[in-house]
């Protein structure tokens, strides 16, 4: 099977039914396409791509390749020091021959060759960076003052387009981020910063993931971290819930009181039915002042129990008077 892979070149016809004959044609036609595509693949997003083609270096091109050459033999094993470089698994090397991009994109991770004097490379980092917006005083659409700082989590996703696009691709990116949360947080109400920070994290992320693809970053999250409010808007805000609070607790103390009457109706219209219960209500409550240790206890008698009394007190002195 591996034999069959390999084809020379020149007149070769395949016997006639071979399984392979459709397989081989296929795979020769869309070898050079293939190729074609990962060229290109880097460069359709570099600014000035369509001037960038595949012409020879030119014969002052070839010339300083043939020095470099002739300079890296002539100082073995030294030159091995400058001409193998090493990128970490997280980084990347740009590579640019005599002012052009070489052609494949970044090299890494690992080990790559360049040659002294015609080749410099510039390596890029692709772990995820924090950026720290410091607090941005912004007037909101109802004409309120405040101070909002945020979070911007971001990373390199091609190391090419950030070199060859921008001249800092991190700056850039920071100092968009500063702008993009003034602009989005101006077309907002006070309630809506404070109530909906998820929907305004969102749109501040998807509108710098799309500004800065052209520089080769992803902008992964954005976080809203603090939003300070004038002392003047604390202080009103707060008489106002304050307010909202008071006139809440009033209302349920009226309904208290609404409820409580009616029941003390129902329990006068049951005690007017029994006297009896009149006077055990009058013992509870006794009891109840008598063990909280007062010192002194008013007990008031109801007017019917003295006129009981009165009438027996008036029976016991009307007979003597009979009787003489």
């Not at 091109?61 to 002539?74: A, K, M, R, Y």
């Not at 993009?180 to 101006?186: K, P």
């Not at 509108?207 to 809203?224: H, P, Y």
């Not at 009394?309 to 003489?324: I, L, N, Q, V």
Request: proline letters at 5%; charged letters at 20%.
């Amino acid at each position: 099977m591996h034999n069959n892979q390999v084809e020379p070149e020149g007149d070769f016809s395949p016997p006639v039914g071979s399984p392979h004959t459709s397989v081989q044609i296929v795979s020769q036609q869309h070898k050079p396409v293939a190729a074609t595509s990962s060229r290109s693949d880097y460069r359709h997003s570099i600014i000035g791509a369509e001037e960038i083609t595949d012409v020879e270096i030119g014969v002052c091109g070839w010339i300083l390749t043939v020095i470099s050459w002739i300079i890296v033999f002539c100082t073995l094993p030294f030159s091995l020091c400058v001409c193998f470089k090493v990128v970490q698994e997280y980084e990347r090397a740009v590579i640019f021959r005599l002012g052009r991009l070489l052609s494949g994109g970044a090299k890494g991770p690992g080990i790559f060759f360049i040659l002294p004097c015609i080749e410099t490379y510039t390596k890029v980092d692709l772990r995820s960076s924090v950026f720290d917006i410091p607090p941005q005083e912004i007037l909101t659409r109802d004409s309120v003052t405040v101070s909002v700082d945020a979070v911007v989590y971001y990373r390199v996703s091609n190391a090419t387009v950030s070199i060859a696009n921008v001249e800092n691709a991190h700056h850039s990116t920071r100092l968009l981020a500063q702008t993009t949360l003034r602009n989005i947080l101006g077309t907002r109400l006070l309630h809506e910063i404070l109530s909906d920070r998820e929907n305004i994290q969102a749109s501040m992320q998807s509108s710098l993931d799309e500004a800065t693809d052209e520089w080769g970053i992803k902008v992964e999250r954005v976080e809203i971290k603090d939003v300070r409010l004038p002392v003047q808007l604390q202080r009103a805000m707060a008489a106002e819930a304050e307010a909202a609070r008071e006139a809440r607790a009033k209302v349920i103390a009226a309904e208290g009181e609404h409820k409580a009457s009616r029941a003390l109706r129902e329990a006068s219209e049951i005690i007017g039915n029994s006297p009896a219960a009149l006077q055990l209500r009058y013992l509870q409550t006794l009891n109840t002042i008598s063990a909280e240790k007062n010192s002194t206890i008013v007990f008031p008698l109801p007017i019917d129990l003295l006129t009981y009394f009165m009438r027996a007190r008036g029976g016991a002195d009307s007979e003597p008077s009979a009787a003489k």
